[in-house]
């Protein structure tokens, strides 16, 4: 099979690359194999492209340390700054391209995906100014020493993404790790191989060193557990599902105790008090779960509403909901397109199902729209107790439950009683509520009056079993760089 290929989509024509990025090149696997990716708007496959295996990880990796150790470690933070910036330029000129490829086979709106690739862009090149601001600290240790600290990048990072927000999450990984003086070899999903790829052919054009980037399309069970207990990777970074993230972490622990960021699962709370705005609270509500048709770590899945606006608040939502069209992602007016693929789209139905044997009801939605593609209807479940399954697991769709509470109490109470804590929101015009709940909420980003606005600037990341470490702003530059400690003496001995 070929190296690359011409795509057409309904927005443009362009040329999509199909191999794996390996020291600036693409090529193809070593065993030769190549998988398929489908468009889930009509189930029917885009093209393949070349897989990984555990051989193809290891050139990666080899690559990645070549450059680690040589070209890259004589790029000065000035450099590698310029060159961040310079490929958040190509994502900016790119940007209807990389928008159509993510509509195409990721199935998100296309209005939807334009703000993801302006927000990669932004990451990149937020990035971009880190480069040369990475600094350590000088310490006075005694008069006759001193210590200073250095940070350091940590080697060669495996980076594990996934389809969700395929080239938002490629940019978080990579932004970081390469301002640090890092190299990558980053994986994709394999539901979405085609935008980082796409990306991969921009890194080069940035003027990157060989194997400082290095981006390979493969299955999780080979390729991603090949980075995982990967002896010559020095961090990995994983974002999806708390189950993989187990997994990749004992991987971790077994072979050379790599250094781990996990951005897990959540079931996050949007708490709506009394006194909220309603017409806002009710614009939230509905962006905070069906923006990229559920499929967020941090959806607002668990309505959690006091009961002096419950019902008023339950019949306004069902409205808002009704109107959020479903169709073909690259309609100007489509909001929700189909889900990823048909395992997701079998799971949250079973999730749906196992909700109402439950006994909970749907208010709304419950079923599949349309007959072709995997699109299933903005649902909402109402009788729903905080035991069932709905309300404690990551459905990870269309789907919202709404529990009623009593009070401030209450609502924290509810609100936490899952083992996630990703993210949270409070609705309510008193100052002091926001802050209290704010505060008591076990969530590692909380939003008032507003719901899912994540900044690049602003770090992100889950309490509990929701992950370990923090991405974007200046903290996920802790988890590309190691502290050394230089101690220093400035006269004699103390002792002979
Ligand atoms: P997943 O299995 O966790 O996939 C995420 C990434 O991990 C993919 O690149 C995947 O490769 C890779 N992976 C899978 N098994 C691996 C292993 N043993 N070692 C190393 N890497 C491995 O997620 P999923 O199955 O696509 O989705 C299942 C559920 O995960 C969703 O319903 C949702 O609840 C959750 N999820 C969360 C997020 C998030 O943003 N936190 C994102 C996606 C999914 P493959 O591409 O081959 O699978
Ligand atoms: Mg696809």
């Given at each position: 099979?070929?190296?690359?290929?011409?795509?057409?989509?309904?927005?443009?024509k362009?040329?999509?690359?199909?191999?794996?990025?390996?020291?600036?090149?693409?090529?193809?696997?070593?065993?030769?194999?190549?998988?398929?990716?489908?468009?889930?708007?009509?189930?029917?496959?885009?093209?393949?492209?070349?897989?990984?295996?555990?051989?193809?990880?290891?050139?990666?990796?080899?690559?990645?340390?070549?450059?680690?150790e040589?070209?890259?470690?004589?790029?000065?933070?000035?450099?590698?700054?310029?060159?961040?910036?310079?490929?958040?330029?190509?994502?900016?000129?790119?940007?209807?391209?990389?928008?159509?490829?993510?509509?195409?086979?990721?199935?998100?709106?296309?209005?939807?995906?334009?703000?993801d690739?302006?927000?990669a862009a932004?990451?990149?090149?937020?990035?971009?100014?880190?480069?040369?601001?990475?600094?350590?600290?000088?310490i006075?240790?005694?008069?006759?020493?001193?210590?200073y600290?250095?940070?350091?990048p940590?080697?060669?990072?495996g980076?594990?993404?996934?389809?969700?927000?395929?080239?938002?999450?490629?940019?978080?990984k990579?932004?970081?790790?390469?301002a640090?003086?890092?190299?990558?070899?980053?994986?994709?999903?394999?539901?979405?191989?085609?935008?980082?790829?796409?990306?991969?052919?921009?890194?080069?054009?940035?003027?990157?060193?060989?194997?400082?980037?290095?981006?390979?399309?493969?299955?999780?069970?080979?390729?991603g557990?090949?980075?995982?207990?990967?002896?010559?990777?020095?961090?990995?970074a994983?974002?999806?599902?708390?189950?993989?993230?187990?997994?990749?972490?004992?991987?971790?622990?077994?072979?050379?105790?790599?250094?781990?960021?996990?951005?897990?699962?959540?079931?996050?709370?949007?708490?709506?008090?009394?006194?909220?705005?309603?017409?806002?609270?009710?614009?939230?509500?509905?962006?905070?779960?069906?923006?990229n048709?559920?499929?967020?770590?941090?959806?607002?899945?668990?309505?959690?509403?006091?009961?002096?606006?419950?019902?008023?608040?339950?019949?306004?939502?069902?409205?808002?909901?009704?109107?959020?069209?479903?169709?073909?992602?690259?309609a100007?007016?489509?909001?929700?397109?189909?889900?990823?693929?048909?395992?997701?789209f079998?799971r949250i139905m079973?999730y749906?199902?196992?909700?109402?044997?439950?006994?909970?009801?749907?208010?709304?939605?419950?079923?599949?729209?349309?007959?072709?593609?995997?699109?299933?209807?903005?649902?909402l479940?109402?009788?729903?107790?905080g035991?069932?399954?709905?309300?404690?697991?990551e459905?990870?769709?269309?789907?919202?439950?709404?529990?009623?509470?009593?009070?401030?109490?209450?609502?924290?109470?509810?609100?936490?009683?899952?083992?996630?804590?990703?993210?949270?929101?409070?609705?309510?015009?008193?100052?002091?509520?926001?802050?209290?709940?704010s505060?008591?909420?076990?969530?590692?980003?909380?939003?008032?009056n507003?719901?899912n606005?994540?900044?690049?600037?602003?770090?992100?990341?889950?309490?509990?079993?929701?992950g370990?470490?923090?991405?974007?702003?200046?903290?996920?530059?802790?988890?590309?760089?190691q502290?050394?400690?230089?101690?220093?003496?400035?006269?004699d001995?103390?002792?002979?």
């Amino acid at each position: 099979m070929s190296l690359s290929t011409t795509i057409e989509t309904p927005a443009v024509k362009y040329e999509q690359p199909l191999g794996l990025f390996i020291n600036n090149e693409f090529v193809k696997g070593s065993e030769g194999k190549t998988f398929e990716t489908i468009n889930p708007t009509n189930e029917k496959p885009i093209t393949s492209v070349h897989e990984a295996n555990e051989k193809d990880v290891d050139i990666a990796v080899a690559a990645a340390r070549k450059a680690f150790e040589g070209a890259w470690s004589q790029v000065t933070p000035t450099e590698r700054g310029r060159m961040l910036t310079k490929l958040a330029d190509l994502f900016e000129r790119d940007s209807d391209t990389l928008a159509a490829i993510e509509a195409l086979d990721n199935g998100k709106a296309m209005t939807m995906a334009k703000l993801d690739v302006a927000n990669a862009a932004n990451c990149l090149r937020y990035y971009g100014g880190w480069a040369d601001k990475i600094t350590g600290q000088t310490i006075d240790t005694n008069p006759e020493t001193l210590a200073y600290t250095r940070h350091e990048p940590i080697g060669v990072c495996g980076q594990i993404i996934p389809w969700n927000f395929p080239i938002l999450m490629w940019a978080w990984k990579i932004g970081p790790a390469i301002a640090a003086g890092n190299t990558v070899v980053i994986k994709t999903a394999e539901q979405t191989p085609l935008s980082g790829l796409y990306a991969a052919k921009l890194i080069k054009e940035a003027g990157f060193p060989a194997g400082v980037v290095n981006v390979i399309s493969g299955f999780g069970r080979v390729a991603g557990a090949a980075i995982s207990s990967h002896m010559d990777i020095d961090k990995v970074a994983f974002t999806g599902s708390t189950l993989v993230g187990r997994t990749i972490l004992q991987a971790a622990a077994k072979s050379n105790l790599k250094k781990v960021t996990l951005e897990l699962g959540g079931k996050s709370p949007n708490i709506i008090f009394n006194d909220a705005d309603i017409d806002n609270a009710i614009a939230w509500a509905n962006f905070g779960i069906f923006f990229n048709h559920g499929q967020c770590c941090c959806a607002g899945s668990r309505l959690l509403v006091q009961e002096g606006i419950h019902d008023k608040f339950v019949a306004r939502f069902k409205e808002r909901a009704a109107q959020n069209k479903l169709g073909n992602p690259f309609a100007a007016d489509t909001f929700q397109g189909p889900q990823v693929s048909q395992l997701q789209f079998d799971r949250i139905m079973e999730y749906i199902n196992h909700g109402k044997k439950a006994g909970a009801t749907v208010a709304i939605g419950g079923e599949r729209h349309g007959n072709e593609g995997y699109f299933i209807q903005p649902t909402l479940f109402t009788d729903v107790t905080g035991d069932m399954k709905i309300a404690q697991e990551e459905i990870f769709g269309p789907v919202i439950t709404v529990q009623k509470f009593k009070d401030e109490a209450e609502a924290i109470k509810i609100g936490n009683s899952t083992s996630y804590g990703l993210a949270a929101a409070v609705h309510t015009k008193d100052l002091n509520t926001a802050i209290r709940v704010s505060n008591a909420l076990k969530a590692g980003t909380v939003w008032v009056n507003q719901y899912n606005m994540i900044s690049y600037q602003a770090p992100f990341g889950g309490f509990k079993e929701s992950g370990i470490g923090r991405e974007l702003g200046s903290y996920a530059l802790e988890n590309y760089t190691q502290v050394k400690a230089v101690h220093y003496r400035l006269g004699d001995a103390p002792f002979s």
